[in-house]
């Protein structure tokens, strides 16, 4: 149980700094382009990722007996592609962001693109995902976002 709630304070705090990453994305493509923006967000998160990977990895160098090698297992190439598409994403939600959707209806389709994606990945096994098999209440939990989504940006002021 406990494990669990940690997980979902983990997903939240997730959410609230995805919604930071955008504002501030957003704030510098304003005043510079998406593209300039998209950059200076992966080269500071590549500086910040390194650093994070150099503390793991002494930590991980620390964990091991002297003289004991860790086990490395080689990843295939195509799991280092992740960050295509987060380029674009930070390049389209500034773009959605100093458009008319604002940050709020920006974020509440990217959870409706985000869901729709994941359910298909899920029911397909998609990039080595478990299969699982979409059931109505799926369907049931998209349309609430969706319609949620929309109350945000045809509903506001």
């Not at 959410?15 to 957003?26: D, E, K, Q, R, T």
């Not at 390194?50 to 503390?55: E, K, S, T």
């Not at 299969?131 to 319609?147: Q, S, W």
Request: aromatic letters at 10%; glycine letters at 12%; charged letters at 10%.
């Amino acid at each position: 149980m406990f494990g669990r709630s940690t997980d979902w304070l983990l997903g939240i705090a997730g959410g609230v700094l995805l919604a930071l990453m955008i504002h501030y994305n957003s704030l510098l493509a304003k005043y510079t382009t998406p593209t300039f923006a998209s950059w200076v967000a992966h080269g500071l998160g590549a500086v910040v990722a390194v650093l994070l990977v150099m503390l793991a990895a002494s930590r991980l160098f620390r964990r091991t007996r002297a003289g004991e090698e860790p086990e490395r297992v080689k990843a295939p190439l195509w799991f280092y592609l992740g960050g295509i598409p987060g380029a674009f994403t930070v390049i389209l939600a500034a773009i959605t962001v100093n458009g008319s959707l604002s940050l709020s209806g920006t974020i509440a389709l990217m959870l409706v693109g985000q869901i729709v994606f994941g359910l298909v990945s899920d029911h397909f096994g998609l990039f080595n995902t478990p299969k699982r098999r979409l059931v109505a209440m799926d369907a049931v939990v998209a349309l609430c976002v969706l319609t949620g989504s929309a109350l945000i940006i045809f509903g506001g002021a």
